[in-house]
């Protein structure tokens, strides 16, 4: 007997079925059942790798540095990005100042405005200075409608702000459903493969973080972008998550002013630029994020308390790595903060949750319990084993390298880590105790 086709399928986890139902039997979830797309086309002959042809079209510069540093020089003709982060943080902005670049450098691009009407988009272009004779704009939420607007057009960039609001009459469902959200996308990515334009989508996020709607649009597009920052805060981090056309490892920086996103190609002035000298409790990490080395300060307060649970706080940093280093701490170094309020805090809005910051922390923690102040040219960093041992990092050369180059001269780390550049002395400690021991922040016994 000959099995039933399957007309559906899940959206969330490609699970098929018969029919549609509200609850998929695949992975649970509910509403996430839609029709499946037609039949594939009959299968391609296979052929030698040599014998395909490269793509000879070269990568459109945006004219933002820091966005075309992550997606590995601009952006590639045919493909779909999509571009995610928490709503006002700058994302419009970013693409806007993007899609002038494009058009000044003399080619046609087009924004697909589907949250804001063109008068609140044509107050930002000018805030911007984003006026350009080759950069159009249609505010649509219709699908054939921004086909037609790509087809009078023409444009070799387009940006869709945003993909949740985009809807196909065709489809029997409302904005930013599951289905439309699906059958959108699939329709944008051929449209990009057809015409050899590079297509931008704006995704919602969640209240975790991840972005909206199935998690088939994320494997549909080419590269997946998250745009990160704190709203109290001007820094701004754009990072790759996906990206088949170069590696994910580049981290663009941005400050958020007045006039728009500034790129920041040296972020050490914002992140150490008011920085005070002589402060208990303060101590200088080079973290890595990605392959872009960043220094930042991170901090410490031990106060008295008279509460049966003292506080924990831990802003831009693991609270269980907090938690591991005060336990450590107590058993291996003598510096018992179990009666004591504690505050870790990375300044300047950037978020450092690698290990290399155990040893910093661990320092800016004894600091601020003996009141002594580290000297204003020191670095630190390792992972601090339970033992209370100091173990060696990844991209140890490239962290020293950045501390030199900021003018640090003195740098606390692991036995096995290899010297510095020329201008940087290399202090090795085996345990947690002989590091503060050696900084002076060892407690008194």
């Known amino acids: 007997m000959a099995r039933p086709s399957v007309g559906h399928r899940c959206g969330a986890c490609g699970a098929g079925a018969p029919r549609w139902s509200g609850r998929c039997g695949g992975c649970g979830g509910w509403n996430t059942i839609v029709e499946a797309p037609p039949a594939a086309p ?5 052929v030698p790798i040599g014998h395909v042809e490269a793509p000879a079209a070269p990568r459109l510069a945006t004219g933002v540095g820091e966005l075309d540093r992550v ?11 999509l571009v995610g982060g928490e709503p006002g943080i700058g994302k419009s902005t970013l693409l806007l100042q993007a899609l002038a670049g494009v058009a000044g450098a003399g080619h046609r691009a087009l924004l697909v405005s589907g949250e804001e009407s063109a008068h609140q988009v044509r107050l930002r272009a000018d805030r911007l200075a984003a006026l350009s004779p080759r950069l159009w704009l249609v505010p649509e939420t219709s699908l054939p409608g921004v086909a037609a607007a790509v087809e009078q057009v023409d444009p070799a960039v387009v940006v869709v702000d945003s993909i949740q609001t985009v809807v196909d009459p065709e489809v029997g469902s409302g904005p930013g459903s599951v289905a439309q959200v699906s059958h959108c996308a699939h329709r944008l990515v051929a449209l990009a493969r057809q015409r050899g334009l590079a297509v931008v989508l704006v995704g919602q996020v969640t209240k975790e973080g ?10 549909v597009v080419d590269t997946v972008l998250s745009f ?3 709203r109290h805060h001007a820094l701004r981090l754009l990072r790759a998550v996906k990206h088949r056309f170069g590696a994910t490892g580049e981290l663009g920086l941005f400050e958020m002013t007045d006039a728009g996103l500034r790129g920041l190609a040296d972020p050490g002035q914002l ?3 008011d920085r005070r000298s002589g402060l208990p409790g303060s101590v200088v990490v080079p973290t890595v994020d990605g392959q872009r080395p960043l220094v930042v300060e991170l901090q410490a307060l031990v106060a008295p308390t008279h509460l049966a649970m003292p506080r924990r706080s ?18 291996r170094t003598g510096v018992e903060l179990g009666h004591a309020d504690v505050y870790a805090s990375v300044v300047g809005g950037v978020k450092v949750v690698e290990p290399a910051a155990d040893l910093a922390m661990a320092v800016a923690l004894a600091s601020a ?3 002594v102040a580290l000297p204003p040219d020191v670095v630190a960093f390792a992972e601090v084993g339970l033992g209370g041992e100091l173990r060696q990092v990844g991209h140890t050369p490239r962290r020293l390298a950045e501390a030199a180059r900021l003018g640090f001269r003195r740098a606390v780390v692991a036995p096995s880590s290899p010297d510095g550049p020329a201008g940087l002395g290399v202090s090795r400690a085996a345990t947690l105790a002989e590091a503060l021991g050696g900084l002076g922040v060892a407690p008194r016994q």
């Open 210 to 219: 991840s972005l909206a709607g199935p998690r088939l649009l994320e494997h």
């Open 271 to 273: 992140f150490l630029g």
């Open 369 to 371: 319990a003996t009141g």
């Open 314 to 331: 831990a802003q831009g940093l693991d609270g269980g790595r907090l938690a591991l280093v005060l336990a450590v701490l107590a058993r």
């Open 71 to 81: 997606l590995g020089g601009g952006l590639v003709p045919g493909s779909v990005i």
């Open 42 to 46: 009959p299968p391609a002959a296979p």
């Open 228 to 230: 990160e920052g704190e």
